[in-house]
């Protein structure tokens, strides 16, 4: 994220893909990207038609290949308090949201093998090989950042709606005089019960009222077997 004077605060600028490069010929063809492109990795756009991939001067003036990817500042937001009571029962629910956000987490969230030690994502099984040219991952690489740049493959649609907070209680009857008590209520309250998110595969990994860079937690379940 950046601070650029004329721009959002907290604009994303990153690369636009081309989806896989699926043989040697193709990585051979595009310009060149990093030493270790190969097959099953993200195709990023040459913008400027140099022959290779760069930031430029990193400026709004030469940005080399980077284009703006939009911000992460939530527009559109949202809030519903839902209320009413009936005889001794009584129901409130809050309902917030967020109609237009970019949501962009860190690399090292997104990607399986940023370290030997770490495990894998139930969702990194759907990565890319010869039969399965149009998965959600690139092939599967040791410490492979150099996929998993800004681009706009991994920005996400950070727009939701959720069911914050909910409560339903029952007023007991007024008298209650056997028992010393004025006035008594039961309830039940349920705090984030329910999100919609287009988050897409990555709905159970990030929250979406989270920043930007967020780490996910990981989730030891389910894990993937590397081919």
């Known amino acids: 994220m ?9 604009t ?3 690369y636009l893909t081309d989806g ?8 051979k063809a595009h310009a060149f990207q990093d030493s270790r492109t190969g097959a099953g990795d993200v195709k990023f756009i040459d913008q400027n038609g140099d022959g290779r991939l760069t930031v430029g001067k990193g400026s709004p003036e030469d940005p080399g290949d980077l284009v703006l990817l939009g911000t992460d500042q939530p527009r559109f937001t949202f809030g519903l308090n839902l209320s009413f009571q ?8 809050f309902i917030q949201g967020v109609g237009k956000r970019n949501f962009l987490p860190n690399g090292e969230a997104l990607q399986p093998l940023s370290q030997s030690w770490k ?10 090989t010869p039969e399965n040219p149009n998965a959600a991952f690139p092939r599967p690489f040791l410490q492979g950042a150099f996929r998993y740049l800004p681009s706009d493959k991994w920005i996400m649609n950070g727009q939701y709606a959720r069911l914050k907070n909910i409560q339903i209680g029952y007023t007991l009857p007024a008298n209650l005089k056997k028992v010393k008590l004025s006035r008594a209520r039961i309830f039940v309250t349920g705090q984030d019960l329910f999100t919609v998110s287009q988050l897409g595969i990555f709905d159970n990994y990030f929250n ?6 967020v780490k996910t937690t990981i989730h030891f379940s ?3 077997r590397w081919a």
Do not use: C, T
């Open 2 to 10: 950046s601070l650029l004077e004329g721009y959002p605060l907290n």
């Open 12 to 14: 994303f600028w990153g």
């Open 20 to 27: 896989y490069f699926q043989n040697a010929d193709d990585v």
């Open 86 to 93: 009936w005889k001794g029962l009584d129901f409130s629910a």
């Open 119 to 128: 495990q894998p994502l139930a969702i990194h099984r759907d990565y890319w």
């Open 208 to 213: 979406p009222e989270q920043r930007s860079g």
């Open 222 to 224: 389910a894990l993937p």
